[in-house]
C-alpha cells in the first residue's frame, strides 16, 4: 500500500457552506441556496416505518471552497491555450476544459504561512519567498502551494472576509514559472477581490497568469487555519473536483494529509 | 510522508455529472440542471482584455456519485442513534447529522468485484462472500467496501441503470456488523432502486439497517469499471463530502488509491 | 361587450421584478434570481438565421408583487377552513388550499389613500376609516380594498421599505367582517414586516384574521403611486394568479381598470 | 366605470403548472420545480399559534401557458428593430425588449377555432381564413387572435401534446399584417414544435415573422377549451407578464372577459 493509514492526519481544508458564508458579489445571483423540501413523514412512511428526506442545492459554481477550471477565465476571448472562448461556450458549459477535466489532485502540498496579513494589502513577492525559505518550503513541479493570510478565520463576517489581502501578480507568475498544478489561499480570490495590483495596474491578476497563460488552478477559500496551527508545511494534498460537465468551477473540500 | 506518490495510482470513481444522466426518480425534481450564464464577452472585459465565465448549478442533493448523510433515512420517525426526525428538521436542513457531520473518509477500501449481474435482481450474502473470499477481501471495522454490479457500464442508458441489481438486506446487515464506515455500489440506491426484498419485503432494506441503525454511510453511483478492470481489490479510499450545512446528501468524487 | 375598451385606462400595480428588490428575510433564500443561459448566438443558428434566448427564473413563491395563497399561513397547524396543515403538505406543494385555488380576481376595487405614513407605525382602523370615508370608499362583499402607505414609492430602498407602516389587526378585521376577496398594500406584509400589533401583541394580525379566520387574500407589494396620483378611488381590478399547484403565494401583476 | 362587473363571465385560458406536465425539450433543463420547503410547524410557531409556509420555484421563463418576449428570438442576430443582440445580453437578461418592457395587455380577443386538428399538420391560411369568417372574426389592429387547434385537451399528455399541430407562416404573416398586438394557441410553439413549414423550409417560421420581424408577441399553451365550447369568439382579453426585469418570457394567465 502506498498510503499509511495508520497514525495519519487528515486536516480538512473546506469552510463550511451555507446560505450567508462570504461570497463574491460577482456570483450574487444566485449565491448559496439549500432548501429541504422531503422531509420524514408519517404519511409518506413504508410499511416498515422507514422515511425518507432530500433537499435541493442551488449554487453558484464559485460558492465557498471551491476550484476555478480554466474555462473560467479568458485573455482576449481565449482560453488556456488559445480556445475560442465563445465558440466553445454553450447554454449548459464549455465544451472544453470544463471542470470536468481536471483530474482528480493528489499531490505534494506546501503551506506558506504568513500569519495574519492585515486586510486590504497586495502581498508581494519577496514577503512570500521569505516566509517559504523559513518555513522550509520549496515547490516544485506537480506540487500544490497553499497561502495562508489568516483571512479564513473571519469566515463568519463576510464584510471583512471580503477584504483580505490577495498575492500580486508576481506571486502568481513565480508558481506558474515553478509549474505547480495548482495554488490555493484562504481568501476570496486568490489576489485581492477587489481593487488593481499596484505594480501592474491589473484587476486579479492572478486569474490571467494561472488560469489562461499557465493552467494552473486556482483554489479559493482554503481553510488553513489547523494546518497551520499544527506547524504543517508539507503534505499530501487532496482535492477531487466534481465533474460538472462544462462548468467554470466545482465546490472542493481538499484534505491535507500528514 | 505517509503517502508515497512516486508510482500511486489513482483511480477516479465518479460517474460524470449532467442533466440526462441516471436519476432516482424520487429526486426528480429537481433533478440535475447547471446553466452557463455568465459569458465571456467583450463588453465586461477589463482593460487587460480578461473576462470571467460562470453558472449556476441547481440539483438535488442525491444526484448523480454522492454520498447519503444519516439525516437521510429515518424509521419511526427517528434518525440513527433515536434523533427525533421532525423536531431536527428547519427549511434550510437539518440540526443534527446532516452530511456536514461526515468526516473526509480516508480509509482502507475493498471492492467485491460480482462481474456483471442480470438486472432486476437481488443480491444474496452467500454470493457476495463468496466473491469476497475468492478476491482476498477481509473489510473489518472502519474500512470501506465497494461491490461491483458492472451497471456502472450502462450510466449512459437511465433506464437500465436503473433496473440494476441491488443488494438483499442481509448484505447490508453483514457489512454493519462488521462495523465498516461506508459502503458503496455501481448502482442508484445500494439497494434495487424499487421492488421489495424478497426475504423480508422491506423496500430500500440496507437504507434502514445501514444508515438508521447503524450509522454507515452509503456512497450511491460509484463508477467501479476501471478498479476492476485493473484487478484491484485492496486500496485506500478517499471521499470528501462537501460540508452542506444540514444537507440529507452530498456529491462526491472518491477514489481510490494504489 | 362587456369591457368599454374605448378611453379605458389601465393602470400597472406590479412593482418591477430584480434581483436587489426589496424581500421579506423570511424567503431569503432563496430570494430572487433570474439568470440569461441560452444566448442569441452564430453557431446555433437555423439555415434561415434564427436563433433562441432564454433564461431561468428561481425565486421564492413570495418574492415582489404577490398573493398570498391560504395555505400559506396556518394558526394551530390549521389553514383556513380547519384544514390539517401537516397533512394537507408534500415536497411539492399542499393537496389544499394552494395558489392554483384562487380563480381569476375580476372585482370592484377601491383604494384608500394614507398619503405617506411614516415608517415603523402601526395604522389604526379609524385613520383608514377616515380616509376612506373621505374619499368615497364604500367597500363590499367580493370587492377588494387597497391601501396606500406611500411605501411604494421607495422599492429602490429596500432597507426603507421593509421598515414601512402596515395595518393594525382592527383593520384586517373590519376588512374581513365585511366580506372582501382581497386586500392589497404597498408594503410587504400588509402588516409591519416586523414587530408586533401593539392592541395585540401579535406579529402579522392580518395573516391570521384574513388567511386563515376569513380566506380573504394578501396582496403584497402593491404599486400604487399613479394609481393615486390619479385621483383614482374605484375601479375594476384584475389579478391572476399563476395556477403552481400546491404553491403557497403567487407573482402577480395586477391592474386597475378605469 | 368601463367594466360592467354584473354577468360578467371570466374564462380562465392558462393551464395547471406543475413538474411533468408538456415542456419544449429547449427549455429542459431547467424544466419546471416548486418545492415546498418552510412548512406549518409547532416549533417554529409564534405565540398565538401562527405558522407559515413558503416555497422555491424553479422555472424555465417558457414554461407552461406564457408570453415570449421580443428578445426571445433574433434573426442575424438582431432582434425586433434591429436591436443587437449579443450588444444587448447580460448574465441576467436583456437590456432591451425584456418581458418587462410588455404593458399589460388589455385588447379586443378573437377565438378562431379550428375543432381538433390531428397532429403534426401545418395549418394553413386558407382554412384559418376560413373558420375566422364562419364565425363572424373579424381581427384588426391592436387585437389579440387565438388559434384553437384541440391540443389544449391533452395537457396531460405530453408527448400527445408535443405533436400537436402548429400555423404555416402563411398564417403569421397575415396576422403581423393585420397588426395584432399578441397571437396565441394551444399548442407548444404556435408554429409546430418541430418540423419546418413546407411552404418556406423554415422551422419555427412565426417566432421570426412576428417577434422578430413585426413585433407581435406570442403567447404559447393557452386553454382554450371551456372558451371554445361556450361557443365565444370575441371576447375582451386580458394578460399581465410580469415585469421579470430582462427576461425573454414570462409565465401567464390571461383571461377572456364576456
Redesign the interface.
Known sequence: ?????T??R?F?L??????GAPMHP??????????????????SA?????????????????A?THIDAL???????R?CGGVD???A??????RELGV?TI??I???GWLIDLGTVEPERWIGLDEVRRSADTQGVRPAAGDVVLVRTGAGARWDDPERYLRAAGMKGEVSQWLADTRVVAVGADNMAWDRASGDDPDT????PG??ILL?RSGVYIIENVFLEELAAAGVH???F?C??????????S?????A??
Open positions: 500500500m502506498t498510503v499509511e493509514l497514525g495519519l487528515v480538512d473546506e469552510q463550511p457552506r451555507y446560505h460577482g456570483h450574487v445571483p444566485p449565491g448559496f441556496t439549500y432548501v429541504l423540501h422531503r422531509r420524514h413523514e408519517v404519511q413504508t410499511p416498515d416505518g422507514r422515511t425518507a428526506s432530500s433537499g435541493t442545492l442551488i449554487t453558484s459554481d464559485h465557498g474555462c473560467h477565465q479568458a485573455v482576449g476571448l482560453l472562448a465563445p465558440a461556450a454553450t447554454s449548459f458549459g464549455y470536468e483530474e482528480p493528489v499531490a505534494r495596474g491589473v484587476f486579479l486569474h490571467s489562461v508539507e503534505f499530501t487532496l477531487t473536483p466534481l465533474k460538472i460537465r462544462g462548468a467554470t468551477g465546490p472542493v473540500r481538499p484534505v494529509l500528514v
